[in-house]
């Protein structure tokens, strides 16, 4: 993709990476290597050689301290969700004032919550540990990386309220038809190959189950089932054709609720 190569020449030169860079150089004497030339392969503070994996991981923790690399309608509520991802953000003895019943739902909304935050600080810690990557291969190698596609996409398995859920999101750059594509192998790999098909019928069918929920009468819900179809009926109320022709419609409408419900578990997951 052109633009993850466009940015990745780019990003070794943003005013909030020069200096770290420049910093890295300083602290051990590292000179400014280009592609062409021989790579960086060991790295010494005085006479003491440091090992590769720990100068990436002070890449990283100089990357993670930069204050203003993200913008500020990014940073803000990023901080706020690392706060909350803390182990000691909440706890229940924080809502021990709260009516029992009102501190339950408290703690189940604060859940949903933390765990919306922790997908925001997985996906900005991944971030950063990609512009670490592709800083350590730069101060060394003086290559370039393609930025990962993750920056302009991301398709990922989440969980909201104990269920999970798959969310994408994409930027005006992103490839639409490979996002829709990651999304749709996304939901098999979570939910299985398999999925229930709502069809016209199921969803007409919801009306007599909605009526079945507020308990009205068979009979009535029967007489709306043949009335809002205009299901024809003999004349003769009395007669046996009568009767079998309403049993018809009532064995349909059973079947149709049936497999509705059916329907609906799958959808909700009801294991009830």
């Known amino acids: 993709m052109k633009e993850s190569q466009f940015l990745g020449t780019l990003l070794p030169s943003h005013p909030d990476l020069q200096p770290l860079i420049q910093h890295l150089r300083e602290k051990y004497n590292l000179h400014e290597v280009f592609p062409d030339e021989e790579p960086i392969t060991k790295i010494f503070l005085g006479d003491k050689e ?22 500020p309608e990014i940073a803000k509520p990023l901080s706020a969700a690392r706060n909350l991802v803390k182990p000691k953000s909440a706890n229940k003895h924080e809502f021990r004032f709260v009516p029992k019943k009102t501190r339950l739902a408290l703690m189940d909304l604060f859940k949903a919550i933390r765990n919306l935050a922790e997908f925001l600080v ?39 309220v104990g269920e999970p859920v798959v969310i994408a999101m994409a930027s005006q750059v992103a490839n639409q038809e490979a996002v829709i594509e990651q999304f749709r192998q996304e939901l098999r790999k979570t939910f299985g190959a398999q999925h229930p098909k709502t069809t016209t019928i199921t969803v007409s069918t919801a009306y007599f189950m909605h009526l079945q929920r507020e308990h009205k009468k068979w009979d009535f819900i029967l007489e709306e089932f043949i009335r809002l179809n205009h299901f024809p009926l003999p004349r003769d109320r009395n007669s046996k054709r009568y009767a079998e022709t309403v049993q018809g419609y009532d064995r349909l409408l059973r079947k149709r609720i049936q497999r509705s419900e059916s329907v609906l578990n799958v959808l909700l997951k009801d294991k009830k």
């Open 50 to 71: 440091i090992p590769l994996p720990e100068f990436r991981q002070e890449i990283k923790s100089l990357v993670d301290e930069l204050p203003d690399f993200m913008p």
């Open 122 to 160: 997985d996906i900005f810690d991944q971030f950063n540990s990609n512009v670490a990557d592709m800083l350590y291969i730069y101060i060394l190698t003086g290559e370039t990386q393609e930025v990962p596609q993750d920056w302009f996409s991301k398709v990922m398995t989440g969980s909201a």
